[in-house]
């Protein structure tokens, strides 16, 4: 079978059965923009066709003016379902078709989105919702509390089986009971009148507006969902986009003419799955934004470079990073897992590999979010410590075969890759076997914690540092991908939940962020530096890391 045919099989999967089982990682890993490889974990369905064709969305009222096509270069969905949604593939594509309550823009602030506006009340538990008597289905049909409730209770249906829907509304009274199938209705969730919906949570939390702005809470129409299993092939859309096409060479967004939100002048936006390197595609004039690599970062940087001046850079919310399996040998000796971070040198992978599109982490979460300790520094490298380390751990005699798990199909292992196993050699004289998996299998396999190490990222779903710390180390995550238990780090990050002192609550997670470090379940690598070429024609582009729905803040000039 040929890696195009698996490749559509792959999205037939999703797009016909709508399940998943998880990143982002980031993030999850969700990463705005730059697309990355997505995942899949479905029961066997019919192949996405050549190609699928969404009728034209029949707008409100003409648009105030015509804004051309982007062209981006991307990469295929596995899903286009918000309630599964764990990839940040995926995620570029589903924060423009859908919609929730609220959502984050470009300076990572929450706004109103489908709700114009909220109450919280009830000593910071009971979240009100007013939604705009505007809000529409690409339809045009009126969005009501009842979708925005079906939706949730969708998301956490047993049935649907959502590997992420509870690590972000699981705050909602009720909603473990309903997802363990404990209970019929979520009790938290109160649908006042048509345009009125009220949320209620277990305790006052700092965060939980922000997780209403990741998709697991977007809303789809009940009508088409509930009635059609192929709805993805041409779904009714809650967001200022459209699926107009997509095969397994491109996709193509059109412009929501019912989108009651924010202003969009695209008329089109079209993503190129293929067609050769987006450096060469983007001089070439075939896409109009691009990421640079580490490979190219050097003449871009240089001024006399006429790219220079379309160059784009920001901090990234994001961590690059080892993962151990803290319950299988030999890692579940602390002391091995030390060693290892305290051989691994991030400056050298930073300047070398990365080439300054990356920072050194000493911790876990990153420079653009405001808990981080920038005087902290981590299990600093020191590979004669980390030597004498390794000699006092109860595997120093008897090491097992150790097997170094990354994400891809290429055969060859990336600059990265290469390093740290350079540096594991020379420093600590371990010998690792590497494997390279296919990304859906990858992730399926990271869920069921099958791997011994693994090389990962996270990027921030919002950015608050309960998604790093609590979301990946609290031992009853079901982010938590290395078995990592830790009581103390568990009492800190709970005390943090309730926390509304903004001071406060950054002595706990730092204080966290430091017994876990020192515990050592990830090796924290790196922190990434966005750099993006926009062309000159493109107005209102940003570098973010936000996830948000960027394409509403573009225009094209002629």
Not at 287 to 295: E, L, R
Request: hydrophobic share 40%; net charge negative; proline share 8%.
């Amino acid at each position: 079978m040929s890696k195009q045919t698996i490749i559509l099989l792959i999205l037939g999967v999703l797009l016909l059965c709508g399940l998943l089982t998880l990143c982002v990682a980031g993030a999850a890993a969700l990463f705005v923009l730059r697309p990355s490889p997505g995942i899949e974990l479905g029961e066997p369905a019919t192949a996405l066709p050549p190609s699928v064709t969404s009728p034209e969305p029949g707008p409100a009222q003409p648009p105030a003016s015509s804004g051309g096509t982007l062209t981006l270069f991307g990469g295929l969905p596995p899903t286009l379902d918000p309630a599964v949604v764990q990839d940040s593939t995926s995620a570029e594509y589903v924060v423009h078709l859908f919609s929730g309550l609220v959502a984050l823009n470009g300076e990572a602030e929450i706004v109103p989105d489908l709700a114009r506006d909220w109450d919280v009340t009830d000593g910071g538990t009971t979240y009100t919702f007013y939604l705009s008597p505007d809000a529409r289905f690409s339809d045009g049909q009126q969005i009501t509390a009842d979708d925005v409730a079906y939706s949730i209770e969708r998301a956490l249906s047993p049935t649907l089986g959502s590997p992420v829907a509870m690590s972000y509304l699981d705050d909602i009274v009720g909603a473990r009971d309903f997802a363990l199938g404990q209970a019929d209705r979520v009790e938290g969730i109160q649908i006042v009148d048509d345009q009125t919906i009220r949320l209620v949570i277990d305790a006052p939390k700092a965060y939980f507006l922000a997780k209403l702005t990741y998709p697991t809470s977007y809303v789809v129409d009940r009508r088409q969902v509930s009635s059609s299993p192929s709805w993805m092939l041409s779904p009714v859309c809650s967001g200022p986009f459209v699926l107009r096409e997509i095969d397994q060479d491109h996709l193509v967004l059109a412009r929501n003419g019912h989108y009651a939100g924010r202003s969009v002048s695209l008329d089109t936006v079209t993503y190129l799955f293929s067609g050769g390197d987006p450096m060469t595609m983007y001089e070439s004039d075939e896409i109009d934004i691009v990421s640079v690599t580490p490979y190219e970062i050097e003449r871009i940087l240089d001024p006399r470079n006429p790219l220079h001046d379309q160059l784009h850079t920001a901090p990234e919310a994001s961590v690059r990073y080892m993962g151990f399996n803290t319950k299988a040998p030999p890692f579940d000796d602390p002391i091995v897992r030390q060693a290892i971070a305290m051989a691994i040198d991030k400056e050298r992978l930073a300047e070398l590999v990365y080439r300054g599109t990356a920072v050194p982490a000493r911790g876990i979460l990153p420079p653009a979010l405001p808990d981080h300790d920038p005087s902290y520094q981590g299990l600093s490298f020191d590979p004669v410590a980390a030597r004498q380390l390794l000699a006092t751990s109860r595997y120093a005699n008897a090491m097992p075969e150790l097997v170094l798990s990354t994400a891809g199909s290429s055969a060859h292992l990336s600059a990265e890759e290469r390093a740290i196993l350079s540096m594991l050699e020379e420093n600590l004289g371990l010998e690792i076997r590497v494997e390279q998996i296919e990304w859906a299998d990858f992730l399926e396999d990271l869920n069921q914690e099958k791997f011994q190490i693994y090389l990962s990222g996270w990027i921030a779903d919002f950015p608050d540092s309960q998604n790093f710390l609590d979301l990946l180390f609290h031992s009853a995550s079901g982010q938590n991908r290395g078995g990592y238990a830790n009581p103390q780090v568990d009492a800190l990050l709970e005390a943090a939940r309730g926390e509304m002192d903004a001071e406060r609550r950054t002595e706990l997670y730092r204080e966290a962020e430091r017994l876990i470090i020192e515990d050592a379940p990830w090796v924290p690598l790196t922190h990434s530096i966005s750099h993006t070429l926009a062309k000159p024609h493109v107005q209102g582009y940003g570098s973010s890391s936000a996830m948000y729905a960027w394409l509403c803040d573009i225009s094209l000039t002629p």
